[in-house]
């Protein structure tokens, strides 16, 4: 008779404590499906058809590696990223960090708006997506970073989660043969290869896609923010787990749309911008389908154009040990809102500026981000071990190989993507 009331309330219990913890994990993961995410993963299916779904198998595992141990990080010491390499590594390697950071984000940031810009044009004469509603998404985002609390952001990025179900939905629409995808993923996924070279560039874009430089230092943060205590990281870790399978079944599904779709006609292949991907799927799937392409392109710019900035302010901060935190006013964090403004106001401009240049401006975070990756990892690598901060919660062997391993082949192809990025493919 005991047994079933315990239950009854022991049930509840975990599930409540579960929604406490809930949201780093899927909104740092989703918020990889940026605008360059998309982008790299219509080309895919647009070159290669369902080829590169076994790419994205690879990218859970790395994605779920990595953010699980920033997560864990953030949980067990109470502080950001830049904090602990501030504190553990001195100001110089803090500052080159930094830098590099500063610069790998911008080059984000301006591509967020950029596909905001290129989803809007499908719906709106280009000057006034330009000169009217892109200064609105700007301030849009400006206002849900400075005007609200942590809770109040998470919850809004949360709901902005399930319109990337959208993608699901054209996938489905498009009448894929799901027999084919199962044999040209896993069976034969270099058949009919013949530029190794493009198809390599392709693999690694999209692997540069979803474990981002920005992503570690704001998973972190915005687990110190919420204040997730080490007790409670289990539940975290299913958090950032789920999250990783959302963003790379997501993935999959524009990979399988656009290869449904786009991959049969040829001329489609060489697409300029996710926008010209959602364009074409018109006269093939339908308006339907192509308005709820771009629909989902637009949420996805403007929430990587929330995350990244944000992450942004968070690790300059925490490495130079100024006050950060969603919903603080200028007095309060004033270097926080400041960087994270100017980066959303330069990003806006340059966009505004370079309108005919949405192409390079999307794909450019995937180069730029590659060269700091592997120095990151490395850090939190090393800071993870160091059983002075963690205690128990430093990374098992069995652990620790599949981490290094993840980070050296990152490595090796972030190195590749650079220079097949300045030679021809």
Known sequence: MLKRPLLAGILPSRFLLLLSVLGPGIITANADNDASGIFGYSMAGAQYGYKMLWVLVLSTIALGVAQEICARMGAVTGRGLADLIREEYGPKITLFAMTALLIANFATTVSEFAGILAGVQLFLPPQIARFIVLPIAGMGVFLAVTRGSYRKLEKFLLGASLIYLLYIVSAVM?????????????????????????????????????????????????????????HEFKLLRMDVMFGAFFTTFIASAIVICCGTMLYPHPELHNLQDAGQAAAALAPLAGKFASVIFAIGLINASMFGAIAVPLSTAYAITESLGWESGVGRRIKEAPLFIGIFTLLIIASVLTVMV??????SLIILPNVVGGALLPIILVLMLLLVNKRRLMGTFVNSPAYNAIAWTTTVVIAVLSLTLLITTLLPH
């Open 174 to 230: 498009s009448h894929p043969d799901w027999g084919q995808i199962a044999h040209s993923a896993f069976v034969a996924p270099f058949a009919g290869v013949h530029n190794v070279n493009a198809y390599v560039f392709i693999v690694i874009n999209i692997i540069g896609t979803t474990i981002t430089p920005w992503g570690q230092f704001y998973i972190q943060s915005s687990v110190r923010d919420k204040g997730v205590k080490p």
């Open 354 to 359: 370079f309108p005919h240049h949405l192409s």
